[in-house]
């Protein structure tokens, strides 16, 4: 059985960084493309980023040059880091593989 479990959300001042993880089991995890979505409250969820199977990535224009997305085969991990925060990035953070997705990662930016 799939299962996703994100980390690394919190509350984080403007201009800030935090870095996500997602952790995954029960699959072929290095054959998928792996991607973080976002909810922020009374919005629909949104796509942010994508990890290919060979490491390439794609962003969002909301968040390219301040996020950047990775993959560690070996641990079964998919990492968010984000920099340059702002209240606009405050949502629920989702990793997605296939069908499947994480329960979520808050992220609050604040001051």
């Known amino acids: 059985q799939v299962q996703l479990v994100e980390s690394g959300g919190g509350l984080v001042q403007p201009g800030g960084s935090l870095r996500l993880s997602c952790a995954i089991s029960?699959?072929?995890?290095?054959?998928?493309?792996v991607g973080w979505y976002r909810q922020a409250p009374g919005n629909p969820r949104e796509w942010v980023a994508t990890?290919?199977?060979?490491?390439?990535?794609t962003y969002t224009d909301s968040v390219k040059g301040r996020f950047t997305i990775s993959r560690d085969n070996a641990e079964r991990t998919i990492y968010l880091q984000m920099t340059r925060l702002t209240p606009d990035d405050s949502a629920d953070y989702f990793c997605?593989?296939?069908?499947?997705w994480g329960q979520g990662t808050q992220v609050t930016v604040s001051s």
């Open positions: 997605r593989l296939g069908s499947k």
């Open positions: 990890v290919g199977v060979r490491g390439e990535t």
């Open positions: 029960g699959t072929t995890f290095s054959g998928y493309a």
